[in-house]
């Protein structure tokens, strides 16, 4: 084999974030950080996913407040709601939660310790959340006004994290 010879492709890293019905808060996550990729120019080296702990909205399109406040950003939202499955717990290299009840709900439904240990907060990715104590992206579900514009703002910040912690440990 040639000296030259381009090193076999490495294999995608493969994100999943997770919310509780998985029509706001991690399909806004999905397309924030398909964005960050694409702007990176690295959006083939990562596969992006979201999906809900519970199943009151499976096959329902992302909620159109959470689609109006990113299309306001040029981001799209797509996909139909689904709920997660122990099998994600182990396909996936990150499962993403939007708070403490969801990775609790993520760490129990691990088949094992190694899935488990996939598991982690979003905002752990923000050092600015770290700093503050403040490592849940809030559900806008029920409120109104700039709820969903917030959580963009907090989804954006710990996607940017999360992709500078990717690339330092040589995953991207």
């Given amino acids: 084999m ?9 294999r995608p890293v493969r994100l999943l974030f997770v919310c509780m019905g998985n029509i706001c808060r991690s399909p806004t996550a999905e397309a924030v950080m398909a964005e960050e990729l694409d702007r990176a120019g690295l959006a083939g080296r990562a596969q992006v996913d979201s999906a809900g702990t519970g199943s009151w909205h ?3 399109p992302p909620d159109p407040r959470s689609a109006a406040a990113a299309a306001q950003r040029g981001i799209a939202l797509a996909g139909a709601a689904r ?3 122990p099998e994600d717990l182990t396909r996936f290299d990150v499962v993403l939660a939007m708070d403490r009840s969801n990775r609790d709900a993520l760490e129990r439904l691990a088949p094992d310790a190694e899935a488990r240990a996939r598991v982690r907060l979003l905002r752990e990715f923000d ?3 770290v700093a503050a ?3 849940d992206v809030p559900d ?12 963009l703002d907090v989804v ?4 940017a ?3 500078r912690a990717l690339r330092e440990d040589g995953r991207l």
């Fill in 83 to 85: 709920q997660v499955t």
């Fill in 127 to 129: 050092p600015a959340a």
């Fill in 2 to 10: 040639a000296a030259d010879a381009a090193a076999p492709a490495q």
């Fill in 140 to 151: 806008p579900y029920y409120g109104e006004g700039d709820g969903f514009a917030h959580v």
């Fill in 161 to 163: 994290g999360l992709l």
């Fill in 133 to 135: 104590g403040d490592l």
């Fill in 156 to 159: 954006q910040a710990g996607c």
């Fill in 58 to 60: 499976v096959g329902e």
